[in-house]
């Protein structure tokens, strides 16, 4: 006796429920972040008549890219996907320059190297923002240390302040120690998929002279 065994297809309605929620379950994620309200963030005067004509923040930075840290936006994102549209220049004389450039630190102990992506710093930033009175134009010949950072010199002046805060460390020492693939002569290589934060190919090297990524591979 031959007995039809009847085969049970997948339910496929679990998963197209799922996909349904799943931009709802994003949102719902984003609108877990929270600010407090300009009368209640300690900064503006709670009895102004001011406070209720400004908007709080929450108004409006709700609506971008999230992130879980800081002001828990991710501004870079936020430009790039056109969330937002800063201007570029307050004077029309004034010349906005796009560095696609990253600057590589290595000498960093035991932490993966830095990567310092310039234009999505250049993006926001003039460069006499930063070079000139904080650091030189040449790199590697401004001494930039962790004690100073926390300090809020260098990278911390806008770090932990309107930039990511210094405790995601990975952010910037993105690059795995390998020196295999840095080891040679030339001070500028084009170094491909080094790190997620990087924007441009080409890197600059910042190192101290007698490195030994400038030795040759015997």
Not at 10 to 27: F, G, K, N, S, T
Not at 60 to 68: H, V
């Amino acid at each position: 006796m031959n007995l039809a065994v009847k085969q049970r297809r997948p339910r496929a309605w679990p998963l197209l429920i799922l996909l349904l929620c799943l931009p709802a379950l994003v949102l719902a994620q984003a609108d877990n972040r929270s600010w407090k309200a300009l009368a209640e963030d300690g900064d503006h005067d709670p009895g102004s008549p001011a406070v209720e004509l400004k908007q709080d923040p929450g108004e409006a930075l709700k609506l971008l890219p999230p992130d879980s840290v800081g002001n828990q936006v991710r501004w870079v994102q936020a430009l790039r996907e056109n969330y937002i549209e800063p201007r570029a220049k307050l004077y029309p004389s004034t010349e906005v320059n796009l560095l696609d450039l990253g600057v590589l630190f290595t000498d960093t102990a035991n932490m993966p190297f830095v990567l310092f992506p310039h234009r999505r710093h250049t993006e926001w930033l003039d460069c006499k923002n930063c070079h000139g009175p904080i650091f030189k134009e040449e790199a590697g010949t401004t001494p930039v240390n962790m004690f100073t950072v926390l300090m809020g010199e260098h990278c911390g002046r806008c770090h932990g302040a309107v930039a990511f805060p210094l405790t995601e460390c990975t952010r910037c020492h993105s690059v795995k120690q390998d020196y295999s693939l840095l080891r040679r002569k030339e001070r500028e290589m084009v170094l491909p998929g080094l790190s997620p934060y990087q924007d441009s190919d080409q890197i600059v090297l910042a190192k101290p002279k007698n490195h030994p990524m400038f030795e040759t591979k015997p």
